[in-house]
């Protein structure tokens, strides 16, 4: 059995993250995604993030009708910072002994995760399936390999064109009243309106 996570804080979830969970999931020929939003993000713990409510239900709206996503909430319902490390091992727990995990990140944070905690243990824990961003050079495997022994033997680069949309961009959009309607899916652009969010 083999399942893709896609990790984020998704505040709110726009078409690239639908987008990235298909284009892995269609390429690697996995079973399911789980979406699992952050509850307190340790890479964020200094910048206000909006309710997990809202951020589960806009979740929900954004992957309605597709069979092959799911959310998963243990990252939400846990207290304390989400480390990546520590999501992934409870989900070997949860999950049968024969699934293979696919972690999904883009290439600016695979340069990044020799600062994560447990880099050498998360990628015995799982295979990392990284994608390209907007304006960003392909990660030197040699170079993460002296921080992150045999990394380059659990990391799968996945062929999409980058999309150029962030959650931080939508939000300022929507401060400004400005149209979203390209940007996320369209039940989720009327949720932020009929909720008031990023006001």
């Known amino acids: ?37 952050a509850g307190q993000p340790w890479l964020k713990a200094d910048k206000e993030i909006t309710a997990a409510s809202h951020r589960l239900q806009m979740l929900n709206l954004a ?18 910072p989400s480390y990546a490390v520590d999501t992934m091992a409870a989900l070997r727990q949860r999950l049968s002994k024969k699934a293979e995990l696919y972690f999904f990140i883009g290439w600016d944070s ?16 799982c295979h990392i399936v990284t994608f390209p961003r907007a304006d960003y050079e392909k990660p030197d495997l040699a170079v993460l390999e002296k921080s ?45 309106a009929e909720h008031k969010l990023y006001r």
């Open 1 to 37: 059995m083999k399942i893709g996570v896609l990790g984020g804080t998704f505040d709110p979830v726009h078409l690239g993250h639908l987008m990235i969970a298909e284009e892995g999931r269609r390429q690697l020929v996995l079973e399911r995604v789980l979406f699992i939003p």
């Open 63 to 80: 992957i309605a009708g597709n069979p092959y996503f799911e959310i998963s909430t243990i990252e939400v319902d846990r207290s304390g």
């Open 110 to 125: 695979l340069d990044e995760l020799p600062l994560w905690k447990e880099p050498d243990k998360l990628v015995q824990l």
């Open 148 to 192: 992150i022994p045999r990394i380059s033997q659990r990391v799968v680069w996945v062929d999409v064109t980058p999309v150029d949309i962030s959650s931080s961009d939508i939000r300022a959009r929507v401060a400004k009243g400005l149209p979203i309607s390209r940007l996320v899916p369209e039940a989720v652009a009327r949720y932020i």
